[in-house]
């Protein structure tokens, strides 16, 4: 708060609400008070905000603005901003424009001359980031990974080839309950069992839980159950994977000699060199230098 009189009146522009993705005592006053102040509010779903602005009494006209009419419907929202509206955006949880709609708006409104504001709150991402035990001074997040296994597992190893030269960090998608398993079986067949992991589900609500582990532990554990349900983040070690081997020189050395036994399984060099990159988690040219230096030096 500014520390001035209750409810100071509301600037025009567009309000970036955050809400709670769980428990209703996420939301801020600073939320409350927008959302009571503004002249409408944009929702991703009327009848989910319904509950949200019922439990908290507030009365204010609610319009639909969803992934389908999202280009269409921030038309009509900007030429009530360029007249003065107030109109805050709210999705159905968390963070506006965070795997959700909004962010056609904010740059609409931008692009118009609006003022836009973000109001702070809730986020999945972020939340599960925190307490997930894995590194948080870098990250990257990536929304929802792709359905298809072969889309995802493009995406897995791409993030895994360029482990080596990033910063310790750490990637974070959204997950859903009947695709975790298929996801994690990826994340083993890409980054190996050993790589770890942490799940974040139900954040902020009553069977809120974490499983931390390597991706095999937490894919077996999550095998084990009957059934696997609620709203979860996952989240992926990404520290480079050299980092990982401080005896640098085992791992030259023996790259050296299975790219060695491949060659003489019957693979061209090519192609030896490819399977031992992907088998350590190495991109196509980091492992042709490493291979290079175990090489007899030619006269
Ligand atoms: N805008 C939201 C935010 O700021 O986090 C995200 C919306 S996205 C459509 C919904 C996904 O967010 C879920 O499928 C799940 O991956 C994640 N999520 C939302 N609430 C969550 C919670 N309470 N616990 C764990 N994950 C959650």
Known sequence: MDGSSENPPLAPGLYLVATPIGNLEDITLRALRILKQADRIACEDTRQTAKLLGHFGIATPTVSYHAHNEASRANELIEALQQGGRIAVVSD????????????????????????????????????????GLPSEHFAFHGFLPSKEGARRTVLEALRDALPHSEPSTHIFYETPHRIVGALEDVVATFGAAHRVSLARELTKLHEEFLRGTAGEVLAALQSRPSIRGEMVLLLDGTPTLALHPIGEAVHATLGAEVAALIKSGLSEKDALKQAAKSRGLSKSEAYREWQRTQPRKR
């Open 93 to 132: 949880a968390g963070t506006p424009g965070i795997a959700d709609p909004g962010a056609i708006l904010a740059r609409e409104a931008i692009a118009a001359g609006v003022a836009v504001f973000a109001i702070p709150g809730a986020n999945a991402a972020i939340t599960a980031l925190v307490a997930s």
